[in-house]
Each structure stands twice: as structure tokens, then as C-alpha cells.
């Protein structure tokens, strides 16, 4: 890898790492729809955008409804669980928790994919779910309900990113719709699929306020750089250094979502953050570690 790749891999794990600083700073003031759906529609806009910019080709290859399809999986759904679980877990807890991404991957894919479940891997998983298991149990926030339930929405939202791979390699296929454009569309499935229930929690349930400036730039933030930036960058990432070197921006992702936390939402920091950490990185290596090359076999004489 070179000097460069370093850096727009930290540059990521950055940017993605203060999604979680910014719905703190939003969700408690607009709600958790409310936020989700800022968030999908502006980075729609913003994808537009970037893709006018690079005067991309907008043929999607008659594969229009399974970009907006996979959008609600992907982006709709995850957004509004992360965003509803911003309103009882600090910022370095969602962060840590979407660190199980590539463990549920494993889960998803043994029981519904076929895909083969190693040794290391159902290690990996084990040790991940006792992480998140550390993690919800020691810490600056209370084990109560409120807890769990946070966690249960971080880690179903990772269950949607899990279902969503499998499914885009199926219906899209490895040389098929250019991911740029994929990824565009399936923002406008997410912000369609959020519409109705942002439409029904504004008329039934509006917010107190709709915000000021900080809550407005912290959108911005949220879906322009967060979101649609975040997609340009990773996959400038795919293409150079290859998927599995992309992915490992995940290991990446928790440090900056604790340190952004610290910094400045003044959260307390614990060892549980170490510990819980510790171990989803150790799962997460023994998941996305290389097979082992099989042993030549013999020649029979």
C-alpha cells in the first residue's frame, strides 16, 4: 500500500467515526426519523452532485429497483436504528458495536448463503459477541433496558449490512452496475423507504425544535461529508487497494468514534471501551484473516 492509501484510510475511519458524534449532537433535538431521514436524503443530493461532477454514465443497467431495494436494507434501515440508538448509547459504544459488522457477515452467510463457517471464523464470532458482551455490561452507561435495547438496534443495524453484501454481490454481481452509481440509487431507496415514516412522526410527533445552526451544520456533516464523501472515498479504496485491505478500516472505525466522543460531547471514557474493543478487534482478525494455503497433495506412486 502506498503513503497515500494510508492516509485516505485514516481519513475514513475518521469521517466515519464522527457519524456517531454528529447524531449525538442531532437525534436528541430532532429525533431519531427525523435525523435518519435528513441524513439518506442529503446524502442523495450530495451523490448527485459529485456524480454530475464526474459526468458518470447514469445507465443503471436495468437494475434500478434492486439499488433502491438494497438501499432500504443498507442505508434506510441501519440509519434509523443508529439513529435511535443515539439517544441512550455514547458515541464510542455505536461505533464499537458497528465494529461487529464482519461478524454478523460470517453469521448471515453460514445460515442463509452457504457460505462455509471455519473454525476461525466461528472463533472470531464467539469472541466478538463476549466483546459486545464486556461492552454492555461494564462502562460509563447503566445496564438497564435502555442499554440493551441500544445495543439490540446497533447490532440488527449490522445484520442489515451483513444481508446487504451477500446481496449485492448476487444481484449485482462483481463486473456489473458501477458502485458510484449503485451507491447513488440506493440512497434514493433509503430516502423513499424513510419518507412515509418522516412524514408520520413530523405531522404526529413533531420535534420541540427543529434545531439551529449547529444542529443544521451537524446534518450537513452527517450526510455530505459522512455519508456521500464517505462512499466516494471507500470506493476509491476498493479500486486501489482491493476489498479485503479496504475492510479493515472497520478496526479503525471505534478509536476515532470514542476519541470524537471524548473530545467533544465530553463523554467519560472507560477501560470497558479498551476491553470490549480489544476483543471485536481480535474477532474481527480472526474473520477477515486470509485461508490458510491447502497443503499440496501428494503424488500417489
Not at 14 to 41: C, E, K, Y
Not at 150 to 169: E, K, N, Q, S, V
Amino acid at each position: 500500500m502506498r503513503l497515500a492509501d494510508y492516509a485516505r484510510l485514516l481519513l475514513l475511519a475518521a469521517i466515519w467515526g464522527a457519524s456517531f458524534l454528529f447524531m449525538r449532537i442531532i437525534v436528541p433535538v430532532l429525533g431519531a426519523l427525523p435525523s435518519a431521514f435528513f441524513r439518506v436524503s442529503l446524502a442523495a443530493v450530495g451523490l448527485v452532485v459529485i456524480l454530475l461532477v464526474l459526468r458518470l454514465n447514469w445507465d443503471f443497467r436495468g437494475k434500478f429497483k434492486q439499488c433502491l431495494l438494497l438501499g432500504v436494507i443498507n442505508s434506510g434501515i441501519p440509519a434509523a436504528l443508529y439513529c435511535a440508538a443515539a439517544q441512550v448509547l455514547p458515541a464510542g459504544y455505536s461505533a464499537i458495536f458497528n465494529a461487529s459488522t464482519p461478524l454478523m457477515g460470517v453469521l448471515i452467510g453460514a445460515l442463509f448463503f452457504a457460505e462455509g463457517l471455519t473454525p476461525s471464523k466461528a472463533g472470531g464470532v464467539l469472541l466478538g459477541l463476549l466483546g459486545v458482551g464486556l461492552l454492555t455490561r461494564t462502562g460509563p452507561v447503566a445496564f438497564d433496558a435502555q442499554l440493551l435495547w441500544g445495543a439490540a438496534a446497533c447490532l440488527i443495524a449490522t445484520a442489515c449490512y451483513g444481508f446487504a453484501g451477500f446481496l449485492t454481490r448476487r444481484w449485482l454481481g462483481p463486473d456489473g452496475l458501477d458502485n458510484r452509481l449503485a451507491a447513488c440509487g440506493s440512497m434514493f431507496g433509503a430516502t423513499l423507504c424513510l419518507l412515509p415514516l418522516f412524514a408520520y412522526s413530523a405531522i404526529s410527533q413533531p420535534p420541540a425544535s427543529w434545531g439551529g445552526g449547529s444542529v443544521w451544520l451537524s446534518l450537513a456533516g452527517l450526510g455530505l461529508v459522512c455519508t456521500a464523501y464517505a462512499y466516494v472515498l471507500y470506493f476509491r479504496l476498493l479500486s486501489d487497494i482491493g476489498p479485503i485491505k479496504a475492510t479493515t478500516v472497520t478496526f479503525l472505525i471505534p478509536p476515532f468514534g470514542v476519541f470524537w466522543g471524548v473530545l467533544l460531547l465530553d463523554e467519560q471514557l472507560s477501560w470497558a471501551y479498551l476491553y470490549g474493543g480489544v476483543l471485536i478487534g481480535l474477532a474481527l482478525w480472526l474473520v477477515l484473516r486470509p485461508a490458510p494455503a491447502p497443503a499440496m497433495a501428494q503424488e500417489s506412486a
